[in-house]
């Protein structure tokens, strides 16, 4: 499996954001760029990037806008609407899950402004407490 990583990872995905504090939160992703648009669900998300889950692989390097939607904690009834998020990034890597059946794509965040980095740091503490306490 690893020679398969090897071979699919983009040369200048840097392995010490890989290395980062990675929180397993299962949310709603779009990837829009380049005329293509995928729907996922995120495996795990860090403030570097996200794992996903999708039916349709992406080329390595390819970029575009990853959409993160983070669902409210208030159900809709009573007026919670969901957070949406917008980073610029990149593919680093993309194999095929068979477990899952389907592919799982790393995208690195680039150039994020530090407001959307902020929010997706809080909602995770809030979320994920023991596991995210020290992304601050």
Known sequence: MDSVL???RDPDFESAQKRGVRIPAR?????????????????????????????HTLPIGWSGDVFLEVPSQTPAAQGGMPLVLRFPAKVAYAVHDS??????????????????????????IKRYPSQARSLR
């Open 99 to 124: 477990a899952s059946r389907c592919f799982r794509i790393g995208m690195q965040f680039a150039d994020v402004d530090k407001d959307t980095e902020a929010k997706l740091i809080d909602e995770l």
């Open 27 to 55: 949310w709603r992703v779009v990837v829009i760029g380049a005329g293509q648009k995928r729907a996922g669900r995120s495996v795990n998300v860090a403030p570097s990037g996200v794992a996903l889950h999708c039916e």
């Open 6 to 8: 090897n071979y699919n």
